[in-house]
């Protein structure tokens, strides 16, 4: 399970990353996978680049971790790769092909996919098939997952039946898809996304670093908003939120509030006070925000208000 507040599950079929945007400065992932390395966990033993990565955060991907879905019954919310970038230009395509036959195989989740690389996404996801065939967009890598259901495939997946590719739609209806974005400097990334078929497109502005004023959520569901935490946060404005709410309502996403931040919690709320007394760190309890703040909503669905 997870604390994570707008999923209820994490899977981490790899682990590491790169750093490539002022998002990442304070990833709490590197920082977790340097504590993970010296607590002798399998996982995170391999060092990334250190001007980029850090002590046991090199992109790994892990065969292993493959079928866990398969074991989970009960229908949930999943996190794909919490701990890494799923579409890292070194996680290998065949890999991809593996993490989205598994997907497919097990519809009663939905998962949500969360990359600060969307470009490699769309070339990925809207393949054309090379056979000469005539194959719409995105069929070529969607029937590559029905030879990860194939016993004698190099790409096999223990607990795949065959047949996923002609029991799926495309693309598949249980997977979101989105895209982290901190300034109008990665406006781009959305852009990206529009083009990466998903049944449900999310933007994470999550830490948010200025206003997103200049972003069109033209064709985005979902806006997860949240502020910086931990040491060395940066700070967060309440106007931002309460325009990128009001942007988001406009073009028809549901916005989510996650947390105000470190930097709110300590000099707004708990000013001269220790923010860790009151347990709220991160400034993540809706109960002490402005009342229009406190919304979670989900995709088509009913708003959840909270506090």
């Not at 980029?52 to 992109?59: D, R």
């Not at 002609?166 to 898809?177: E, F, S």
């Not at 347990?279 to 009913?302: A, F, H, S």
């Amino acid at each position: 399970m997870t604390t994570i507040e707008w999923t209820e599950q994490t899977w981490n079929p790899t682990s590491g990353c790169d750093r490539i945007s002022p998002g990442c400065d304070n990833c709490y992932a590197l920082t977790m996978a340097k504590r993970l390395k010296g607590m002798g966990s399998a996982k995170y033993q391999t060092d990334g680049d250190p001007r980029t990565s850090g002590p046991g955060f090199a992109l790994t991907t892990h065969p292993s971790a493959l079928t866990e879905p398969l074991r989970w019954k009960k229908p949930r919310k999943i996190f794909v790769n919490s701990m890494s970038d799923l579409f890292h230009a070194r996680v290998p395509r065949e890999f991809l092909t593996q993490v989205f036959a598994v997907m497919a195989a097990t519809p009663q989740h939905t998962y949500q996919i969360l990359t600060k690389r969307p470009e490699r996404a769309a070339r990925i996801l809207t393949d054309l098939c090379a056979c000469g065939t005539g194959h719409p967009p995105g069929e070529h890598f969607r029937s590559s997952m029905e030879w990860a259901a194939t016993s004698h495939s190099p790409t096999y997946v223990p607990g795949l039946q065959h047949g996923i590719y002609h029991r799926t739609g495309w693309p598949l209806p249980n997977v979101w898809i989105g895209t982290s974005i901190e300034n109008n400097d990665y406006a781009r990334r959305v852009d990206a996304l529009r083009q990466t078929p998903a049944a449900v497109r999310f933007i994470s502005a999550e830490p948010l670093l200025g206003p997103l004023n200049n972003v069109s959520l033209h064709g985005i569901d979902w806006v997860i908003i949240g502020g910086e935490s931990g040491p060395g946060a940066r700070p967060l404005r309440t106007a931002w939120v309460h325009d990128l709410i009001a942007d988001s309502r406009a073009a028809g996403a549901a916005p989510f509030v996650k947390q105000l931040g470190t930097v709110w919690a300590r000099d707004t709320y708990w000013v001269g006070k220790s923010i860790a007394a009151h347990g709220d760190t991160k400034g993540g309890k809706p109960e002490y925000w402005p009342t229009e703040l406190r919304v979670r909503e989900y995709p088509n669905k009913t708003a959840e208000q909270v506090g």
